[in-house]
Structure formats: C-alpha cells, structure tokens
C-alpha cells in the first residue's frame, strides 16, 4: 500500500522523484520499484535461467541503484540505468557461478507480442513454438539483444547503455540474432 507522498507523487516522472529521494523522501523510491521490478525480474529469469537468481539478482540491481542515486543523471531515462546494473549483475553472476542455464520461453514471464522484421508472423503466435524451441540456442550476446529490444521494448540507444556496446553494434547483433533465429524456424531471411 502507497504512503500518501507516494500516491500524490506516483504519476510524476522518475527523474521527478529521484531528485524528490534525493532531497530525503526516501520512501518514494518505493515508486521506482513498483514501476519496474516486474520487467527487470522479467529481463533477469530471462538472462539467468533461473527465477530464484533473478529475483536476488533483481534486489540486489534496485538496492545498487538506490545507494548509487546520487551519480544517475536525472537528464537520463532511468529504466536503461537500471537494466545495466541488473545486467551487470547478472553477467558477474555468471561468471562467479560458472553456470548459466536456458530457461524454456514458454516458461519465462510473459512473451510481448511485437513486430520482428522477417519473424513477425512466428511473434504473433503463428509459428510460436518453433521461436520458442529457438530462442534459448541462440547464442547469449545475441539473444540479450532480442530480448532486450523486443521483450523489453528498449530503444537501439538503451540497449547500447544496457549492455555497454555502440548502437550499431546493437544494431549488427539484432541482425544476427534475426538472421540466425530466422535460420533455425526456417523463415528466409
């Protein structure tokens, strides 16, 4: 349940609130977490493979982000900052841990329906299953940039930010992932 700060300031952009943290109303980083815990959860049990993972990885990314608030650019998107803490997180993780499993999409949280050049029609339920079979083969820098541009929904400039990459290597790694998805399906590139 909201405080009555955070209802009153839910509706305002997160730069708005981050400098409303900032100046010591903590309680409304609480906003920022409803906002997006769900879709970096998402992101992660997508990354790792494993939902338990995910989630402390998730808590660990959020609490980063909030002890690190006074270096986030308020001229900035807050999301895009966020997601590479998280991924940053995740990737540490799996080095330390040396294992990175390949979570089935059907049993990932949600799979957005959006347009994906030449796989549009599997995206949209058509050829679903043989995407689904295929997604999690496809190699990780390749699959990351999929997920993070068509289940996330993050522009080609977020993505750069997320994983540390320029924007047309974002660009060259969505392309491969497509080719190379479209390849396994059987849909001609």
């Known amino acids: ?3 009555k700060a955070q209802e009153i300031f839910q509706n305002r952009s997160d730069q708005k609130i981050i ?27 997508r990354f790792t493979g494993s939902l338990e993972d995910a989630k402390d990885l998730t808590q660990e990314a ?4 909030y002890f690190n608030l006074d270096k986030f650019d308020t001229k900035k998107n807050f999301s895009p900052w966020l997601f590479t803490i998280g991924h940053h997180l ?18 990932a949280p949600e799979f957005v329906d959006n347009s994906l050049d030449i796989l549009d029609k ?3 339920n058509e050829h679903l299953d043989m995407v ?12 990351t940039v999929l997920e993070l541009r068509y289940l996330e929904d993050k522009s080609y400039e977020e993505i750069s930010r997320i ?10 790694r969505l392309f491969r992932a497509k080719n190379v998805l479209a390849e396994k399906i059987g849909t001609p590139g």
């Not at 943290?21 to 959860?41: A, M, N, P, S, T």
């Not at 540490?92 to 059907?106: A, F, M, Q, T």
């Not at 994983?163 to 060259?172: A, Y």
């Open 19 to 45: 400098r409303m943290v900032r100046d010591g109303h903590k309680e409304l980083f609480e906003i920022l977490l409803l906002r997006y815990q769900r879709k970096l959860l998402n992101f992660l049990t």
């Open 1 to 3: 349940m909201l405080s």
């Open 122 to 124: 599997a995206l949209k």
């Open 163 to 172: 994983l540390n990459i320029p924007i047309n290597t974002v660009k060259s």
């Open 132 to 143: 689904r079979a295929n997604l999690a083969s496809i190699d990780l820098k390749y699959r």
């Open 90 to 107: 995740a990737v540490n993780h799996h080095h330390k841990s040396g294992r990175l499993r390949i979570i089935d999409i059907e049993k």
């Open 62 to 65: 959020f609490l980063n982000a």
